[in-house]
Structures are given as C-alpha cells and as structure tokens.
C-alpha cells in the first residue's frame, strides 16, 4: 500500500506544478524542491493526517491540493493572505501557535520563508520553535525553509535551543538532514519528533 501511495503523490506532485506553476524551474530550484521532492516524500511515506502549512503567498493557493484528504491547517499573520490559505486558516504572528492547538496534534508541519521573513525576534523564535515541538505528534515531521543568508538569518540555526528538542531527518530522496537549493541560499531542514 506505501508503494502505491508513494507513487500517486509522485505523479500528482507532477500534475500539480505543471498545472499551477506557470515557470520553467530547475529541478533543486527551492520551490520545485518543496512541491516535487519534499511534499510527495512525505504524504507517501508517512501518510500524515493533519498538517499545519505557516506562512502563505498568492503563489501557494494550489498547495492545499497537496493536502486533500487531510485535516490541513494554514497559519499566516497577514490578513490578506487568508484567501490562499486552507478551509482552516488562522490569522495571528506564528509565535502564537501554541495558542491555538494542543499538545501533538499535527503530524506535518511546514514552515517556509518565514524565519527572517517576519520571525526575526530572538524570544519569539524559541518560542516559536517550542510551541511547534509541543504541537507536534510523535513521529511527527516538520519541514524548515529559510535563506541562509546572514541578513535574513537573525539567529543562527545552531543557537536555537528549542529546535534541540527534535532530531534532526534525513530526508532519503536529498540524502541529507539540511538541503540547500540550486540557488544557493535558501535551505531546507527536516526534522522528526521522537
């Protein structure tokens, strides 16, 4: 049944990019890695149940299509933004997560191009980070993206003390723990709750 599975969110991975992306992309271009690479890995071979997307553009309408089928939560502190969100969208800074769920209630959370993209506070990355440990089932995946870049990187990864508490994922099809994309910036990490 996995390998079934795997194989549909390939193709449909495929299907949705060539549907919705309207750009020639280079295959470890950041957001080809995100919806071709990371998203199939994942719904294939963890099958996660509910998920948590944070941070939204007017690019990102389609990726709730990723997620049909599953209880899919959007989170972005923009008001405007809500409209590309999911059915379950909440309006409020990431550092209030902890706020709106409980303790291991998502099996995949993804945060993309927020960390030095709004998420700049040192008190409100840690408690950014913990909240998302506590949300977070065991097993659980969570999936950073970021440019690691000195201006748009407030604390270095490394010093975040709250990231400590899940362990670092090799996520198979990268072969690695931390991805950085054909760009040369912007950089992926993985991560799963023991």
Known sequence: MKFIRKLYYQAYSFYLVKKHANYKREKYEDRNVLERIIFPYVLGEFNPKRVLDIGREDYQWF???????????????????????????????????????????????????VFGWGLNDPMQIEQTFDAIFKIMSPGGIFVLGYNDIPDLTPVPIA?????????????????SSAFTCVNGDHTYRFYIKK
């Open 159 to 175: 010093k975040i003390k709250a990231l400590k508490q899940l362990n670092e994922y090799v996520l198979p099809p990268l072969k």
């Open 63 to 113: 990726y709730n299509f990723f997620f049909v089928g599953r209880e899919l939560w959007t989170l972005d502190r923009k008001t405007r933004r809500k409209e590309f969100g999911a059915e379950h969208h909440i309006v409020d800074d990431v550092a209030n997560l902890k706020a709106h769920f409980e303790d291991n209630f998502f099996d995949f959370v993804i945060m993309n191009g």
